[in-house]
């Protein structure tokens, strides 16, 4: 690991430490605003979910889109938290036995093995509901104009036109043999959205100008293709893969993905060619873009 890369992955590793103390005090069984008293199974459940050791990728690239704007970094902590709330939920529904059915996630027993399938259904739906009152709460620091942005964007980039329409795709691809424009529509779904909305959602806490929240926006887009072809390389490529080891439907050698469809190869030049995209569009904002510019390089040379 180069020097570059040595301090990108501390400032990741620390950033990461920022967001798990929100979300721990977010999944803490007294909750400050609620008269009621958490129900403590559902709330280890969910806590299982969501405390458990993720890369906090998304949250990191809310904090550093705000960071170019001189956001406050609390609103930008928050919206982050909230965002990672998002992805832990679809991490467990999506390992469900209706869907992936996997018993590993992170290293560790999913939720439904850990607890059972009802609570795992109960702290999916409980964390998705919690995202959107951490962003409702009067102590965001934001103004209504900038929490309503962040909440309708949320709510699209989560919903039918977003991750679970492009979660049904997937599940529908299974059947079929899709063409390349069906695998990027339905992978710019499932999990482009986020990652779209993490950029976005940065620009919108920094009150950044239209022009500057679409360029983040269209960042965003650019480095999630290149996240699922990444994940998509690494599924073909990684020692467990080969030896026939990874578990679960998303790891099938290749199979509906672009890699499968156009080989280990093209996908490795189409990573160069989408990180150029994405740096491109930063050039505006010079080295207050430069964190940035070395997520888009990580999400694609990333090898776990
Ligand atoms: C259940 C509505 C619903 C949606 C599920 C995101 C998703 C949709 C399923 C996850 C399946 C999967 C493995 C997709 C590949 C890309 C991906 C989202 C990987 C996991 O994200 P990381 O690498 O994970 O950011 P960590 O653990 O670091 O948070």
Not at 66 to 91: P, V
Not at 114 to 126: C, H, K, Q, R
Request: contains cysteine.
């Amino acid at each position: 690991m180069n020097d570059a890369s040595k301090s990108f992955s501390g400032l990741l590793t620390r950033r990461a430490a920022e967001i798990e103390a929100v979300l721990d005090r977010l999944l803490s069984p007294n909750c400050s605003g609620e008269e009621i008293t958490r129900p403590p199974k559902l709330l280890a459940a969910m806590r299982h979910g969501v405390l458990n050791g993720g890369k906090r990728i998304r949250p990191f690239l809310v904090i550093e889109a705000a960071r170019i704007f001189d956001a406050d970094m609390k609103a930008a902590l928050a919206t982050g938290a909230a965002l990672e709330l998002i992805h832990c939920y679809s991490l467990i529904h999506d390992d469900l036995p209706a869907m992936d059915d996997d018993d590993l996630r992170r290293g560790k027993p999913t939720v439904h093995i850990a607890f059972d399938e009802a609570t795992a259904i109960l702290a999916g739906d409980s964390l998705l509901t919690l995202a959107f009152d951490v962003l409702a709460r009067p102590q965001s620091g934001l103004d209504d104009g900038r929490k309503a942005a962040l909440v309708l964007g949320l709510a699209q980039a989560a919903g039918i036109g977003g991750m679970a329409g492009g979660q049904i795709l997937d599940l529908d691809a299974e059947s079929s043999a899709p063409d390349e424009a069906s695998i990027i529509r339905l992978q710019s779904m499932k999990t482009g959205a986020l990652l779209r909305y993490a950029c976005e959602a940065g620009a919108i806490v920094g009150n950044a100008a239209e022009k500057e929240r679409d360029r983040l926006k269209r960042f965003g887009e650019i480095i999630g293709l290149a996240f699922q072809l990444a994940d998509d390389l690494l599924d073909v490529t990684s020692d467990a893969s080969q030896m026939g080891k990874a578990t679960g439907k998303d790891a099938a050698r290749g199979k509906g993905t672009l890699v499968g469809l156009n080989g280990v190869d093209w996908a490795r030049n189409r990573l160069d060619g989408l990180v150029g995209e994405a740096c491109a569009l930063l050039e505006s904002f010079g080295d207050r873009a430069d964190v940035l510019r070395q997520t888009a390089i990580f999400i694609a040379r990333r090898e776990s």
